[in-house]
């Protein structure tokens, strides 16, 4: 139906950066939200940066100043510089889609890992 492909995790040295992309595909009419989320090891899922309904910014305050949420059209980025140890987390990208059958619903990807370490 929609498919999410994430790439560009990996490890990284503090200090570092790296850039996340997710390309969204499938029977898509329109994206109404689309973002970054991350859970790190024993926490729960919690917003990164996102385009919300209406096109309104949110980024969570850990990572304001380090981090830059991008989108072209069914693809959003996630730059993210600066990079600390507590920021080592799967990444998540969701998308809320109109789909060609009228019908909204959230889509996840299969998550990306970054490894912040030295």
């Known amino acids: 139906q929609v498919q999410l492909v994430e790439s560009g995790g990996g490890l990284v040295q503090p200090g570092g950066s790296l850039r996340l992309s997710c390309a969204a595909s499938?029977?898509?009419?329109?994206?109404?939200?689309m973002g970054w989320y991350r859970q790190a090891p024993g926490k729960q899922r919690e917003l990164v940066a996102a385009?919300?309904?209406?096109?309104t910014l949110s980024t969570a305050d850990s990572v304001k100043g380090r981090f830059t949420i991008s989108r072209d059209k069914n693809t959003v980025y996630l730059q993210m510089n600066s990079l600390k140890p507590e920021d080592t987390a799967v990444y998540y990208c969701?998308?809320?889609?109109?789909?060609?059958?009228?019908?909204?619903?959230?889509?996840w990807g299969q998550g990306t890992l970054v490894t912040v370490s030295s």
């Open positions: 499938g029977s898509i009419l329109s994206i109404n939200d």
């Open positions: 969701k998308c809320g889609v109109l789909t060609m059958t009228k019908t909204y619903l959230d889509f």
């Open positions: 385009f919300i309904s209406g096109g």
